[in-house]
């Protein structure tokens, strides 16, 4: 893949919950279990805020269907609360770690797009707009495109309102 091909960094959780661990082992694991040969974001963020890097750039993602040639995938440890409900359970480290990843993508991809899973979801009623009735999943369980929105140039045309 090439940077300048790049037109989405997508935001996901790992939909595991805030109280326990999910080490990038079990991710590689998780997603080989469901037939990809490694785990299919090029990055993940653990809950200390440590930048795991799990795909390189230059070799296309699996995490958003319809997506994958066109964008960077980066995944955050956690989306579940205790009770197993999608929550923004990002620490400050992570939140820290996550906009330092972004910026470093930016550079790279500058006309690219931050936003989370769910805004890729299929608009299906056709009005050029991903509501939350719309998403497919809660992924990342945060407003990605709004808390961004300050580090990319522009906005989608298809972005949840």
């Known amino acids: 893949m090439r940077a300048s091909d790049i037109r989405y960094i997508v935001v996901h959780?790992?939909?595991t919950r805030a109280s326990q661990p999910y080490p990038p082992e079990a991710l590689e694991r998780d997603h080989q279990a469901r037939g990809f040969h490694s785990a299919g974001y090029h990055f993940y963020i653990r809950r200390s805020g440590i930048i795991c890097?799990?795909?390189p750039l230059s070799q296309m993602g699996a995490h958003v269907l319809g997506y994958n040639r066109c964008s960077?995938?980066?995944c955050y440890e956690?989306?579940?609360d205790d009770d197993g409900r999608p929550a923004d359970t990002r620490t400050p480290a992570q939140r820290t770690a996550l906009i330092q990843l972004?910026?470093?993508l930016l550079k790279l991809a500058p006309q690219a797009t931050i936003l989370g899973h769910r805004?890729?979801?299929p608009d299906r009623n056709g009005d050029g707009?991903?509501?939350p009735d719309e998403w497919i999943k809660q992924c990342p369980c945060f407003d990605a495109l709004h808390e961004y929105q300050h580090l990319t140039p522009s906005t989608p045309s298809h972005a949840t309102e």
């Open 13 to 15: 959780c790992s939909a």
């Open 53 to 55: 890097p799990l795909r």
């Open 72 to 74: 960077y995938g980066v």
């Open 78 to 80: 956690g989306g579940l």
């Open 102 to 104: 972004l910026q470093l």
């Open 119 to 121: 805004d890729l979801s």
């Open 129 to 131: 707009r991903i509501t």
